[in-house]
């Protein structure tokens, strides 16, 4: 990737995490990074061309964090609480390589309008089958119940913590889903 294409999509992620896409204009973009116009559009055909690459990005960069906070768990409790103590983390600002917290990039850009184009909307839906299968992958006992559960639980600490402010829904998590765990499953 050459170094201006890297600027301008690292520049519009963070706006595009920090202000919404809808609200981040292509002048805004140029101003922030100091690239010209032109070369924006040498480098990206449109503004939601831009979004996608994005979101790629972000993609590429939550999956490679959340894969080594998940390495090694020897058992689906330890897995449980790996997970939910780095959600807390983010949750929290410590986790350079996310920035500072503003929710779930793909909730937020999914959920900021219905006109989106669809390839947008289905780049959003990916990331999650994607978080998803790696959560399926680190466990050490898979079990799809369990993984349900986490995904559940994941997802709803995550808006919590953004919408609500409650930064402490991660470690909550922890216990519900430890019991949930070594419950019985629920009748249908």
Same mark, same amino acid.
């Given at each position: 990737?050459? %170094? ?22 292509? #002048? ?47 058992? #689906? ?36 309008? /219905?006109?989106? %184009? ?10 999650? /089958? ?6 399926? #992958? ?5 079990? %799809? ?44």
């Amino acid at each position: 990737m050459s %170094d201006k294409r890297a600027l301008l999509l690292n520049s519009a992620l963070e706006l595009f995490y920090q202000k919404g896409t809808s609200s981040v204009g292509i #002048n805004e973009i140029i101003t922030y990074s100091g690239i010209a116009k032109k070369t924006l559009y040498h480098h990206f055909s449109s503004k939601d061309d831009l979004i996608l690459a994005a979101l790629a990005l972000r993609d590429q960069r939550y999956l490679q964090w959340l894969e080594a906070k998940l390495t090694d768990a020897q058992n #689906n409790e330890e897995l449980v609480k790996q997970l939910f103590y780095a959600l807390n983390d983010w949750f929290n600002d410590r986790v350079a390589e996310l920035g500072g917290f503003r929710g779930c990039f793909f909730i937020n850009t999914a959920s900021e309008s /219905v006109t989106l %184009d669809r390839q947008i909307q289905d780049r959003c839906a990916s990331h999650k /089958v994607a978080v998803r299968q790696l959560i399926t #992958n680190s466990l050490p006992q898979p079990n %799809d119940r369990l993984v349900d559960a986490l995904c559940l639980l994941k997802e709803g600490a995550t808006v919590s913590a953004f919408v609500q402010g409650d930064k402490q829904a991660a470690l909550r998590c922890i216990d519900i889903a430890l019991a949930y765990d070594t419950q019985a499953p629920f009748p249908v």
